[in-house]
């Protein structure tokens, strides 16, 4: 899940700020004495919306796109989803000046940015595995639709070239895989800080004799259909669209199709596979194995323990986190979801060190806790969000037949391995399904590169964008495992 320091690609969908907002914004964020400077770049397209980008130049970061954007008369809301963050600011009289509150991972920061420039300057970053042409294989643009025909698709399928020198009795079919993004408005190469891990998947994938199917999620690129209103059984249904497609292509073996899905994409397939006789295996990357709600707690203490909130505080907070979502989920309307969200806020907080308080939420004042709470609950009101906090992916998991690899980073701190591993172990045991395998891949993170400092904002600092070791496992275990 991209719940992570993935940033800013944000269209700005009004016309409010009209050029004050355009150009360099430039702030520093104090976090426990730490200054950490935060750039957005705010660019302006002759279609009259907008696009921006965020750099953090201390943690070597840079050209991360947003997920979305809110703008009233004199506010604006950014929204960061793939780190859990947000920026609400207002914009002050001299248009020079935004004052506002970071929020990340329910920890919130006052940030004030001031405009530096008219111009945007983009530094450019090294990402040496994107794959680049001439590819020893076919790569082709394709276009389809859902069922109903109200979603139109676009996605890159890649396919072995035929060998020159066999003379076929009839043109070569292969077996064939579907990348399944993760959480967030993604493109089909998942990309995420200038990492396109999908199209280093797919190259690696495609050399070996394999075809895959990449593709947009709704809402982006080329794919039509609204992202915001979705949930993740509409994402699901997505991908039956791609299977469909994929039956339909001549090059394709339909006896050996599978799912490889990340993040959320982890939870989908096994959903798809489990409803459907066709599916050959599925590739679990950072897959979750546990109900969401407690994979999303684990999740907030460990980004805690990778921005060096000890393990004191984290362990106070814990309960926290759990009922702070429970009250916001089963409430009627937004005003009882915020009296509830205040009420358990205080019960909590109630005979916590004011040091714990702090460190974990950043709440000092009525204020502040209004908007630690609106953080969540402005969360939670997405269709996605609701749908998402509510599942348990045992569900799946125990109908699931097929053959299945299961693979995390150790260094995980979105999707910890040894619980969800241990969730996914669980179920195919219980269904008596044999054809599993679990692997715990050392020294990896979320996005299964290998990690120096395992935190959110490593992600854009490290050149590499998918550990070379995975590709092999990935591909090795297809090749012997999931077309037997």
């Known amino acids: 899940m991209r719940i992570i320091f993935t940033l800013i690609s944000i269209l700005f969908s009004a016309n409010l700020f009209s050029q004050q907002v355009s150009g360099t914004w430039e702030g520093s964020l104090d976090i426990q004495g730490t200054e950490l400077p935060v750039v957005f770049h705010v660019v302006k397209l002759p279609s009259g919306k907008y696009t921006a980008s965020f750099d953090s130049p201390k943690q070597n970061s840079y050209n991360n796109p947003c997920s979305d954007i809110f703008v009233t008369t004199d506010s604006i809301i950014i929204k960061m989803e793939a780190i859990r963050a947000q920026y609400d600011g207002k914009l002050s009289e001299s248009n020079t000046i935004l ?46 639709t859902n069922a109903d025909n109200t979603i139109q698709f676009g996605a890159t399928f890649t396919v072995p070239l035929p060998d020159p020198n066999v003379d076929y009795f009839r043109a070569p079919v292969y077996p064939v895989v579907l990348l399944i993004t993760g959480s967030g408005p993604q493109d089909r190469d998942e990309t995420i800080f200038d990492h396109k ?24 690129g080329k794919t039509t259909g609204n992202f915001r209103t979705a949930t993740t059984l509409d994402f699901a249904k997505d991908v039956n669209a791609g299977i469909e497609y994929l039956r339909k292509r001549a090059d394709v073996d339909t006896n050996f199709i599978g799912l490889i899905g990340h993040s959320e994409g982890g939870l989908i397939a096994p959903m798809v596979a489990s409803s459907r006789n066709d599916i050959k295996f599925i590739v679990l990357m ?13 999740q907030s203490a460990d980004v805690m323990a990778s921005n060096g909130i000890s393990a004191s505080d984290i362990m106070l907070h814990r309960p ?22 205040i009420s358990v806020f205080k019960k909590w907080q109630s005979g916590k060190p ?14 502040s806790l209004v908007s630690f709470t609106n ?6 009101n997405s269709p996605w969000f609701k749908y998402f906090m509510n599942m348990d992916p045992q569900e799946y998991l125990l109908k699931t037949t097929c053959r299945v690899l299961a693979i995390n980073g150790e260094k995980d701190i979105q999707v910890a391995a040894k619980p969800n591993l241990a969730g996914i172990k669980k179920a195919m045991e219980k269904n008596k399904n044999t054809n599993y395998t679990t692997i715990e ?19 854009a600092e490290l050149e590499e964008s998918f550990d070379p070791k995975t590709l092999v496992i990935i591909s090795d275990w297809i090749k012997t495992e999931g077309i037997k």
């Open 197 to 220: 891990p999908f199209a280093v998947i797919a190259d690696y994938l495609t050399r070996q004799g394999i075809a895959v199917l990449r593709v947009d999620d709704r809402g982006v």
């Open 99 to 144: 004052v506002g509150t970071f929020s990340q991972a329910g920890n919130s920061f006052p940030l004030e940015m001031k405009k530096s420039s008219e111009e945007v300057k983009i530094k450019t970053i090294n990402r040496p595995q994107t794959p680049k042409p001439p590819f020893p294989y076919k790569s082709e643009e394709v276009v389809y």
């Open 354 to 367: 004011d040091s714990t308080v702090i460190n974990t939420t950043g709440v000092t004042d009525e204020k």
């Open 375 to 380: 953080v969540f609950i402005k969360g939670l």
């Open 441 to 459: 891949i050392p020294g990896l993170n979320h996005l299964f590169q290998n990690c120096k400092k395992c935190n959110l904002a490593e992600y």
């Open 320 to 341: 926290l986190y759990k009922n702070l979502i429970t009250a916001i989920l089963n409430a009627k309307d937004s005003t009882a979801a915020s009296q509830n969200a």
């Open 286 to 298: 950072a897959g979750p194995g546990i109900k969401i709600i407690d994979m999303m707690a684990q």
